[in-house]
């Protein structure tokens, strides 16, 4: 099984994750906290990343940034998801990083998230 790990303070996306990838070799670990993610993902290697823009206590790019410099991500697909479209600001910083990004519209489509979690999506 490989591994989605979430950072996202919305249970619902979890919950839509959750249901999306029943019957797929992915399983979700979910965290709605910077520190836990972080922490977890210095610990364990997933097979994919979505962390949301829009966070209670830190901007996602900004978490982005903190992963960088706490994790070695490797080739491991790492997004940055937002229910609206991201600032060329902002999307500057995460393509600087080297991650994707996505709108949670992908969330309505099966096989377009599959393909964004192997990496065969930008």
């Known amino acids: 099984m490989k591994e989605l790990v979430l950072l996202d303070d919305d249970s619902m996306v979890a919950v839509r994750l959750e249901r999306m990838l029943r019957r797929t070799d992915w399983t979700l670990k979910y965290f ?41 991500t490797g080739s491991t697909p790492v997004y940055l998801i937002s229910s609206v479209e991201l600032t060329p600001e902002v999307s500057g910083k995460v393509r600087e990083l080297g991650f994707g990004f996505a709108v949670k519209d992908i969330l309505c489509d099966r096989d377009a998230l599959l393909s964004l979690l192997e990496g065969k999506a930008a």
């Open 32 to 72: 709605t906290a910077e520190e836990p993610f972080l922490d977890y993902l210095a610990q364990n290697v997933s097979a994919a990343l979505l962390v949301d823009e829009y966070l209670p206590r830190n901007e996602g790019h900004k978490v982005l940034s903190n992963l960088v410099e706490r994790v070695d």
